[in-house]
């Protein structure tokens, strides 16, 4: 698959794009052509890091949001390679949502910097934190490496990787809201519900 096609398939929507990578080659290639851009992205996230920190940020406001930013480019990372791993086992039966490879470093240039803003964008860290933890590669590594057919595994490991996808669809979804912030200032519904939901499936 060629750039062309892998733009294709990430502007066709989430839809689009959960359809074309049912197909257990299309996701092969799929992760083979994102993989140069999640190294494109850290170094975005990190430019970005870089040129905030001799911007009109106060001090509080760059600890929040680089804690934030940091957990999430860790997401993205961890997630990233859970969902190679699953494109190595064929004919998963669960619906994955695949990471978008837009840059989604925020812009807090207006941030409302209320207590109760920082708060939830404290609160949204240790959320992703918490999921981060969970995904334990050594166990997928396993499975990924002894089975390359889902129907293949048993009860327990299709119920292990089963819970790590509704996890990563849960992440995903968190992670790839179109902004953090409706109108520059404050952080929006969609955002606060999607994590809202991971909050709620993490206990």
């Known amino acids: 698959?060629?750039?062309?096609a892998l733009v294709a398939v990430i502007g066709a929507g989430v839809y689009g794009a959960k359809k074309y990578l049912q197909n257990h080659e299309n996701r092969q290639r799929f992760f083979y052509m994102l993989d140069d851009s999640v190294s494109f992205i850290k170094k975005?996230?990190?430019?970005?890091?870089?040129k905030d920190g001799v911007g009109n940020f106060s001090a509080k406001i760059r600890e929040v949001s680089y804690a934030f930013e940091a957990?999430?480019?860790k997401?993205?990372?961890?997630?990233?390679?859970?969902?190679?791993a699953l494109s190595e086992i064929k004919d998963v039966k669960v619906n994955v949502s695949p990471l978008r490879t837009a840059p989604f470093k925020e812009?807090?240039?207006?941030?409302?910097?209320?207590?109760?803003?920082?708060e939830l964008l404290k609160d949204f860290t240790r959320i992703l934190s918490q999921a981060n933890e969970l995904v334990n590669f050594t166990a997928i590594n396993?499975?990924?490496?002894?089975?390359?057919?889902?129907?293949s595994l048993n009860d327990t490991q299709m119920q292990f990787l089963s819970e790590l996808i509704n996890l990563n669809n849960l992440v995903v979804n968190a992670i790839s809201c179109t902004t953090l912030t409706s109108n520059g200032e404050e952080i929006n519904e969609q955002a606060k519900r999607a994590f809202q939901r991971l909050k709620i499936k993490l206990g």
């Open 75 to 84: 997401s993205f990372e961890i997630f990233f390679e859970f969902q190679k």
């Open 44 to 50: 975005l996230v990190k430019k970005g890091f870089e």
């Open 71 to 73: 957990e999430k480019s």
């Open 1 to 4: 698959m060629n750039k062309l």
């Open 107 to 118: 812009d807090y240039l207006y941030f409302n910097a209320s207590e109760a803003n920082l």
């Open 142 to 151: 396993e499975i990924a490496a002894l089975n390359d057919d889902f129907s």
